[in-house]
């Protein structure tokens, strides 16, 4: 069955493939505090996978456990096979790149670069042309000699970068590799780090708070909070079919309505909400039973805002009034007032220029918004 | 292996600076402490031993108290002991008085300045301390620098008894201690956010109620540091006294030392040093107190 | 307008309270060329004094002590108080840190009678039970030295090793250091600025020292700040006069020279950023 579908891109798809990275029930405890809650997770090889959360949550403890840096209180982890479990991090195939980068600041670049590869005894001749390479692949060439001091905040990235890959390790870890770049350069660089990346064809994992740089970079996202897994799945996954309210709202922005399961039925489920006064036609059926709590996820761009009233009313669409818009140039957003006190947020692209100065849709004008039935998403916790 | 081995040079690590402080700090004052239980005799060394093994292996230890007796008992010591924690006190406030203008002024400065500055302040710690006390036996003697000076003006006819008064001590004492009471204000200072003034003025807050309600609080830290490593060290002064007070000014630091040298009573130079060591304990454990958080707050 | 009154006001007090400090060595200075014996007298201009100082065999021996003395401890006090300095901020927690922290910290503020006295009283001790040290002098006073010095020192270790950022030695290991080659690597390296200004202090601290250098001391071994004591405390002396203009002259000039040396690097710093940014 395997050979006919290609899990080329989708390994995790694929029941057949053996994870390359395993963390089995692990947790780290700090005293009392709780920073990895018992956490199970699968890295395939050759992902860019990313670890999204808040601060506090957790992403950063269970990177330095990956490197070896701090060890699991309970649990074990498993890289290529290999149980980690008492591997300081000298002996690890693994290697980091860390927030600050970390450079020596008394090594040149050259040094810096070839550091690792002097404590693998490697020869001297393949370690320079190795350096050679490396400097190469990331444009540095030219500052070989330079000490970090001397460098600007992007150029420091790339040496942290080849510094750590010149060792071909099995895995590279990034703890906000971005963080401390200018929004420019941090374009920039996320598709630099995705073509090395795809042309080594080193397993990443990256640490991140940046929802933006996850959804670009990931081939897979892990949201944590807490010190659990919320969900996990590619960006796609996470962010049309949020698992919960809380990934609904860390990924993007989402409406969130509360309501009932008033009728479940093979090809469909309704859903009544009290606040705004609304029917929910979703169309496809789901495993839930009829009387049940749940809340419903729109997301902002998935609703049609409209002066001219829906066909059927009742169903997937509501009225209210523009109380807010935040002109974006390309898009606008528009919070519109429901009834009393209820603000939903729609995102439209601004396809009519204004005539005469006035936006097709203005401020305190009635509107009419209406979404399709598989735009809503229905979450049970 | 390679964690066995990581361990065990981490040990050898501490160990060195450990046991030689457990040895050549921490060992001697228990003798001290042993000694201070013990009599004066005349013999070598001066005092009688602790333990004594008596006939058929009986241990006989002796423990006399009689020197804390003594200590408590005559006028001389409590006053001197009070005279000491008088002298430190008054010293660390006026250390206080000329060392926080000074930080403050240093810490505002330009960068170029404040390493001047810093190093004019330095610098007379790396010259020899003992020279520089010397130097104000110079200026206040009775046909010293001073009084030749305001003779020659006009002021007076007498020379003023400078030299040999308490007065010669305290300026002795501030004059060696300001540096110790400047750096750990500026280090503190150094680390403030002075925008805080700022908004404290942009509130509406005049400048006397901004140093008052804002800046002192601030930099406490810095003074409680600063005084502590001028106030204990003081107390226990001995060079200053000798010779800027002569014989006048009784100071713990030389009874101590006259005990030891001049009266050959062990035992009871050891007590002085053991009820010294009683009166600083708590300023001392303090200072350790603020040292420890501050390396945690880093 | 209130600031103006304040910074004139920080201004008088610096200017006072560096001419404080100032004022009195410069006199020293001054009367080591006073003609007459009486010290603050002014007789007429005299090197004289210079010449008796250079005279005294005394002083010669007193300085040579001192300087041995100074160095050994120097750079013992250096080792210790680093080593003592990595264990207290890279070790974490471990048995007997409280103690380990109190006796490293407590030298800094115990009066020196005390420490003093303890030492002398435990070498006569040491001497009972295992017969050293047999005579006191260049080796008790070292001991001593040392034992203080390096409390200096480890307050200096410290200070820089909590500015180092913990993960420069995180990601030497991670390239494949063992903690040892990491020492050796990166922090030491690192440290070096740190270990100097350590060895300084240590020896200046040293060379001042007269009160534990006269209690741990033993017949024939005089230290000039022991020296300089028994000659002043019988009153004025212009040859003492000349020694501390040639102290003051050396260490004078030995600041100009740091200083002059750093700002130097300064400047070679700020060539190399600009350079940087250019790029």
Request: aromatic share 10%.
């Amino acid at each position: 069955m395997s050979q006919l579908v290609d899990y080329n891109d989708r390994p995790w798809l694929d029941p057949d493939a053996e994870p390359f990275i395993k963390v089995q029930s692990v947790s780290k405890h700090f005293g009392d505090f709780t920073a990895v809650d018992s956490v199970d997770l699968e890295i395939y090889k050759g992902e860019l996978f990313c670890l999204l959360g808040g601060s506090g949550c957790g992403k950063t403890t269970l990177l330095r456990m990956l490197a070896g840096f701090e060890t699991p209180s309970s649990g074990s982890i498993l890289i290529d096979g290999v149980n980690m479990n008492d591997v300081p991090p000298y002996e690890r195939p693994v290697n980091m790149m860390f927030q600050s980068y970390a450079l020596f600041p008394h090594m040149n670049v050259e040094t810096n670069v070839a550091y690792g590869l002097k404590r693998d005894g490697v020869a001297k001749s393949e370690i320079d042309q190795r350096v050679e390479e490396m400097l190469a692949m990331v444009e540095l060439t030219q500052f070989r000699k330079r000490k970090p001091h001397q460098l600007s905040g992007g150029q420091k990235q790339r040496v942290a970068l080849a510094r750590a890959l010149i060792k071909q390790p099995k895995m590279l870890l990034l703890d906000e590799p971005l963080a401390a770049l200018d929004k420019r350069l941090r374009v920039q660089t996320q598709y630099e780090l995705m073509n090395i990346q795809d042309k080594l064809g080193v397993t990443f994992v990256v640490v991140t708070h940046d929802q933006e740089e996850a959804m670009t970079l990931s081939t897979r996202i892990a949201v944590m909070d807490v010190g659990r897994f919320q969900q996990i799945g590619t960006p796609t996954e996470i962010y049309e079919f949020p698992s919960s309210r809380l990934v609904a709202n860390f990924i993007g922005n989402a409406n969130m309505f509360e309501g009932r399961v008033t009728e479940n039925g093979t090809d469909h489920v309704i859903v009544a909400c009290k606040d705004p006064t609304c029917d929910f036609y979703i169309d496809h059926g789901l495993s839930i039973t009829e009387g049940s709590k749940v809340w419903i996820a729109l997301r902002p761009e998935k609703i049609k805002i409209s002066k001219q009233a829906p066909g059927e009313p009742g169903t997937n669409n509501i009225k209210g009034m523009v109380s807010d818009i935040g002109y974006l140039g390309g898009t606008s957003t528009y919070r519109v007032l429901i009834g009393e006190d209820r603000i939903v947020e729609i995102t439209s692209p601004n396809l009519n220029r204004p005539v005469d100065g006035n936006p097709p849709i203005d401020w305190d004008e009635e509107v009419h918004l209406s979404w399709e039935p598989s735009s809503a998403v229905v979450l049970t916790k | 292996m390679g964690h066995l081995l990581q361990r065990n040079w981490r040990t050898l690590v501490l160990f060195i600076p450990f046991f030689w402080l457990l040895l050549f700090f921490l060992a001697p004052f228990f003798i001290v402490l042993k000694i201070s239980l013990a009599e004066s005799v005349i013999a070598s060394p001066p005092f009688t031993p602790m333990i004594e093994w008596v006939d058929e292996g009986i241990m006989n230890i002796r423990v006399v108290i009689d020197n804390f007796a003594y200590l408590w008992e005559d006028d001389l010591y409590a006053k001197t002991y009070l005279n000491s924690l008088k002298i430190s006190s008054i010293s660390t406030i006026l250390c206080l008085l000329i060392g926080y203008p000074m930080a403050y002024a240093i810490v505002r400065s330009s960068h170029t300045t404040k390493h001047i500055l810093l190093m004019l302040v330095i610098l007379p710690f790396w010259t020899s301390f003992l020279l520089r006390v010397y130097a104000w036996m110079g200026l206040l003697a009775d046909q010293g620098t001073i009084n030749n000076l305001l003779i020659a003006i006009g002021i007076i006819d007498e020379p003023i008894r400078m030299l040999y008064t308490p007065f010669a001590v305290y300026i002795g004492i501030v004059y060696t201690y300001v540096p110790f009471m400047i750096l750990p204000l500026y280090a503190n200072m150094e680390k403030l956010d002075w925008i805080l003034l700022e908004a404290a003025a942009d509130l509406g807050a005049k400048p006397m109620t901004t140093f008052f309600t804002v800046t002192l609080p601030m930099t406490l830290p810095g003074i409680v540091a600063g005084s502590l490593l001028v106030f204990i060290p003081a107390t226990g002064e001995f060079v200053i006294p000798d010779l800027l007070g002569g014989g006048n000014v009784l100071m713990i630091g030389r009874i101590l030392y006259n005990e030891f040298n001049a009266n050959i009573d062990w035992p009871v130079a050891s007590a002085v040093a053991i009820a010294l060591l009683l009166l600083l304990v708590l300023p001392m454990m303090l200072y350790q107190h603020i040292q420890a958080k501050q390396t945690e707050a880093e | 307008m209130n600031n103006g009154k304040q910074s004139r006001f920080l201004f008088t007090m610096t200017c006072f309270g560096l001419a404080f400090l100032y004022v009195p060595m410069i006199l020293l200075v001054f009367y080591s060329f006073n003609k007459s014996r009486i010290v603050p007298v002014w007789g007429g201009f005299s090197t004289k004094w210079y010449g008796v100082l250079f005279e005294s065999k005394e002083v010669g021996e007193a300085i040579v002590l001192s300087l041995k003395v100074a160095t050994v401890n120097a750079t013992f006090a250096m080792i210790l108080g680093t080593l003592a300095g990595l264990a207290l901020v890279r070790f974490g927690r471990f048995k007997g840190r409280t103690l380990f922290t109190g006796m490293i910290s407590a030298p800094l503020v115990m009066p020196e009678v005390i420490t003093g006295l303890s030492l002398l009283l435990l070498f006569i001790t040491l001497n009972e039970f295992i017969g050293w040290p047999s005579s006191r002098g260049f080796t008790t006073i070292t001991i001593a030295h040392i034992t203080f010095s390096m409390a200096y020192v480890a307050v200096i270790i410290q200070s820089r090793l909590t500015g180092m950022a913990q993960d420069l030695e995180e990601a030497a290991q991670d390239l494949g250091a063992k903690p040892f080659r990491v020492l050796v690597d990166i922090t030491l390296p690192l440290l070096a600025p740190g270990m100097l200004a350590g060895w300084l202090l240590a020896f200046t601290l040293s060379l001042d020292d007269l009160i534990i250098a006269s209690f741990v001391s033993g017949p024939g071994a005089v230290t000039l700040p022991m020296l300089i004591y028994s000659r002043i405390r019988l009153g004025l002396r212009p040859d003492i006069n000349a020694l501390a203009t040639i102290i003051i002259l050396v260490v004078a000039i030995g600041v100009l020279v740091a200083a002059w040396i750093m700002f130097r690097q300064q400047k070679q710093r700020e060539l190399e950023l600009k350079m940087s940014e250019e790029t």
